[in-house]
C-alpha cells in the first residue's frame, strides 16, 4: 500500500468546509439547510465588477504579471492612503486570495522550526499554513468569559524564544469578532520592536469594525516598518470570494522580493479576478455604508436571539462577520454534525462550524460554535428557530 506524505496526513480538515459532504447529502433528502459555517456574504458584488466582466474586450486572456497589474496596485495605493497609509504599488504583490498571501509570507519570512504566536481561537487555516511551511504554532488563548479580549503583553512576552520568528493578529477577529484597540496594537508593537519579530497582520475584515473608534491598521504602527507584513484580500470587502484576489503588504523590500520568487514560481494571480477587483473599487462609498449597516443591524438579531436561547452565551462582536457562541452541549463536533445527519425542524437545519478546529488544543473549543451571520436577517431568525429546537432535542445536550 502506498504511503501518504507526513505533512498530508498531519494537516487538519477544515472545520468550516468539512461536513459539506454531509451538507450536501441532507439537502438531496429535502431539508433545506441554513449555511452559517462559512464567510460567504449574501449580499451583491458592486455593479462595476460584474460589469467589468460582461463588458471584457480583451481578446487573449494573458497572465498578468507576477506581482499583479500596476493599475490594481495603484489603485489600491489610493484606497490604503484613505486610512492614513501612504505606500507605493511596488510594495504591494497580488496574490491568489488572503490565503495565498498568507502562505507566501510563512513561506518568504520562516524557516522550518520556527515559531510564530497566534491568539486562540483563529483563522483555521493559519494553523495549516504553518504547518505546511515546518512552522510551530505557539497559541495564545482568549477566553469567551471576557469576549475573547486580547491576552495581557504579558502572557505573549512569556511564550517567546530564541525560535519564536513573529506574531500573527487578525483585526477584526476571525472566528469571535474581537476588535484591536490602538492601545492594544501599540503594545504589540513593542513587543515585535523588542524581540526582532515579524507581525503579520490578517486585515480582510478592516471595513467591519463597530467600535466606537475607527479600526487601526498595523500599517500605522510608527517604528516597525520593516516587521510588518499586511496581509488583505478583496472577497469580504466586496463580496466577491470567488474571484480569489488577496495581496501582501509592506514596506520591508527583502520581504517583498523574497515573495516575489514564490509569486513568480506560480506564474501569476488570476487576471479575471483582479480585473473584477479594480473595477470594484470604483464602487459609491454608499455600498461600503449599507453593507456595514446591514451588518450591525444582522449582529444584533443573531446575538439577542442567541442570548435567549437556554444555555446559550455569545459575547457582542466587535468587527467582522462572525461570533464564537458556547453551546449547552457535550461534543461541538458532534452536535454540527448530527444537526446535518439527525435533525431538521419543519424541514430546515443550520450549518455551523465546529470551534474546535480554532483551536491548537480541540478541548478549549468543546462546547463553541463558529456562526456567521451572512444571510438576510429573515433568514437568521428561522435559523435561530432550528438552533433553538435543535439544541432542546439533541441527545447530547448538558443542561
Known amino acids: 500500500m502506498l504511503r501518504g506524505s507526513e505533512r498530508g496526513m498531519a494537516l487538519p480538515a477544515s472545520p468550516i468546509r468539512k461536513l459539506s459532504s454531509l451538507a450536501e447529502e441532507t439537502k438531496k433528502r429535502g431539508i433545506h439547510v441554513y449555511h452559517l459555517n462559512i464567510g460567504q456574504p449574501d449580499l451583491p458584488t458592486p455593479e462595476e465588477g460584474i460589469a467589468a466582466m460582461h463588458n471584457l474586450s480583451r481578446k487573449v486572456l ?72 515546518g512552522v510551530h504554532v505557539k497559541p495564545l488563548v482568549s477566553k469567551i468569559e471576557t469576549g475573547f479580549a486580547l491576552p495581557p503583553i504579558s502572557e505573549f512576552e512569556k511564550m517567546i524564544t530564541p525560535r519564536t520568528k513573529a506574531i500573527l493578529i487578525c483585526n477584526p477577529n476571525n472566528p469571535t469578532g474581537y476588535t484591536y484597540s490602538k492601545e492594544e496594537l501599540l503594545q504589540i508593537r513593542d513587543l515585535v520592536q523588542k524581540y526582532h519579530l515579524y507581525l503579520f497582520a490578517d486585515e480582510v475584515y478592516r471595513e467591519f469594525c463597530y467600535t466606537k473608534e475607527p479600526h487601526f491598521s498595523a500599517m500605522n504602527l510608527t517604528g516597525i516598518d520593516e516587521q510588518v507584513i499586511l496581509i488583505d484580500s478583496f472577497s469580504k470587502r466586496y463580496s466577491e470570494c470567488g474571484t480569489r484576489v488577496g495581496a501582501i503588504v509592506s514596506r520591508n523590500e527583502d520581504v517583498l522580493a523574497w515573495v516575489l520568487k514564490f509569486a513568480q514560481a506560480r506564474l501569476s494571480p488570476p487576471l479575471l479576478g483582479q480585473l473584477v477587483a479594480e473595477a470594484s473599487m470604483s464602487t459609491p462609498k454608499s455600498y461600503l455604508e449599507k453593507t456595514y449597516t446591514e451588518y450591525i443591524s444582522r449582529r444584533n438579531l443573531l446575538i439577542e436571539g442567541l442570548n435567549k436561547i437556554d444555555g446559550v452565551y455569545s459575547p457582542l462582536p466587535q468587527g467582522a462577520f462572525y461570533t464564537t457562541a458556547r453551546l449547552p452541549i457535550d461534543d461541538c463536533d458532534k452536535f454540527c454534525a448530527w444537526m446535518l445527519s439527525d435533525f431538521s425542524y419543519n424541514g430546515q437545519t443550520v450549518m455551523m462550524a465546529p470551534a474546535s478546529g480554532f483551536y491548537s488544543n480541540p478541548e478549549h473549543g468543546k462546547q463553541e460554535v463558529r456562526i456567521a451571520y451572512v444571510l438576510e436577517k429573515e433568514e437568521l431568525q428561522k435559523a435561530l428557530v432550528a438552533l433553538e429546537k435543535g439544541l432542546q432535542a439533541y441527545p447530547g445536550r448538558l443542561i
Not at 78 to 99: D, K
Not at 101 to 121: K, M, N, R, T
Open 62 to 133: 494573458e497572465y498578468s504579471p507576477s506581482q499583479g497589474l500596476e493599475s490594481l496596485r495603484k489603485r489600491m495605493t489610493e484606497y490604503y492612503r484613505e486610512f492614513g497609509i501612504s505606500l507605493q504599488p511596488q510594495n504591494i504583490i497580488i496574490t491568489c486570495g488572503g490565503s495565498e498571501a498568507l502562505l507566501l509570507s510563512f513561506f518568504s519570512c520562516l524557516d522550518a522550526g520556527d515559531e510564530i504566536i497566534i491568539p486562540e481561537p483563529a483563522y483555521a487555516n493559519y494553523k495549516t499554513y504553518a504547518l505546511m511551511a
